[in-house]
T-cell receptor
Framework: KNEVEQSPQNLTAQEGEFITINCSYSVGISALHWLQQHPGGGIVSLFMLSSGKKKHGRLIATINIQEKHSSLHITASHPRDSAVYIC????????????FGEGTQLTVNP | NAGVTQTPKFRVLKTGQSMTLLCAQDMNHEYMYWYRQDPGMGLRLIHY???????AKGEVPDGYNVSRLKKQNFLLGLESAAPSQTSVYFC?????????????FGPGTRLLVL
C-alpha cells in the first residue's frame, strides 16, 4: 500500500460543478502539499497545509490530521482547471523529502 | 526571474549511451532535487542537494549520479542509459528544504531510452 493514496484516479466534470479530490496518507506528517500539473507537464504548488483549511480563489484545501486525510475542492469548475492534481506529504521522519501520490486526472468539459 | 529551468526538454538515447541533464535556478535556493515521473506512479526522488558541493541519495538513486558545483546548478548524469530510465525528469528547488515550504519545479525533461 502506498503511503499516499489519492481518489479518484480520474474525474470528469461539467463546467460549473463542485469538485472534490481526496488524499489519504498512512504516516505521521508535518506538512501536506497540493500541486497542479498542467497538460503541458509543468508542476506548480497550490497549497501547503499543516492544519485546518486554506482558500485561494476557487480552490479550497482542508486537512484532518487525526483522520490522516486531506481534500482539495474546486468551486465553479472551469475547463482551464483540467489538469493532474497531486498530493504530497512530508512525513515526520523524512527530513526535507516529500512522498507523492499518483495524482488525480481532472477533466472539466464545457 | 526564470525560476527553475531544465535542459534539454526532450532527448532520445540508445541503451548504453550517457548524458547529462542540467537544472538551473535563479532564486538563490539552497535545496535542489531531481525526481522522475512514471505512469501510474507518483514522483520519486532520485537525488537531492542541501547546498553547493553536497549531494545525497533519494528513493531511486541507482544508475544516476549528480553534482552541484555551483549553487544555482544541479546536474543529473546517466553513465550508461537503460530502457528502464525512460521517464520524465523534473528538477525542483526550495529555499530551506524543510519539506514544509514550496518547492519550485522545472518544466521537465522527457527522456526515451531505446
Amino acid at each position: 500500500k502506498n503511503e499516499v493514496e489519492q481518489s479518484p484516479q480520474n474525474l470528469t466534470a461539467q463546467e460549473g460543478e463542485f469538485i472534490t479530490i481526496n488524499c489519504s496518507y498512512s504516516v505521521g506528517i508535518s506538512a501536506l502539499h497540493w500541486l497542479q500539473q498542467h497538460p503541458g507537464g509543468g508542476i506548480v504548488s497550490l497549497f501547503m497545509l499543516s492544519s485546518g483549511k486554506k482558500k485561494h480563489g476557487r480552490l479550497i484545501a482542508t486537512i484532518n490530521i487525526q483522520e490522516k486525510h486531506s481534500s482539495l475542492h474546486i468551486t465553479a469548475s472551469h475547463p482551464r482547471d483540467s489538469a493532474v492534481y497531486i498530493c504530497a506529504v512530508r512525513s515526520e521522519t523524512s527530513g526535507s523529502r516529500l512522498t507523492f501520490g499518483e495524482g488525480t486526472q481532472l477533466t472539466v468539459n464545457p | 526571474n526564470a525560476g527553475v529551468t531544465q535542459t534539454p526538454k526532450f532527448r532520445v538515447l540508445k541503451t548504453g549511451q550517457s548524458m547529462t541533464l542540467l537544472c538551473a535556478q535563479d532564486m538563490n535556493h539552497e535545496y535542489m532535487y531531481w525526481y522522475r515521473q512514471d505512469p501510474g506512479m507518483g514522483l520519486r526522488l532520485i537525488h537531492y542537494s542541501v547546498g553547493e558541493g553536497t549531494t545525497a541519495k533519494g528513493e531511486v538513486p541507482d544508475g544516476y549520479n549528480v553534482s552541484r558545483l555551483k549553487k544555482q546548478n544541479f546536474l543529473l548524469g546517466l553513465e550508461s542509459a537503460a530502457p528502464s530510465q525512460t521517464s520524465v525528469y523534473f528538477c525542483a528547488s526550495s529555499f530551506l528544504g524543510t519539506g514544509a515550504e514550496t518547492q519550485y519545479f522545472g518544466p521537465g525533461t522527457r527522456l526515451l531510452v531505446l
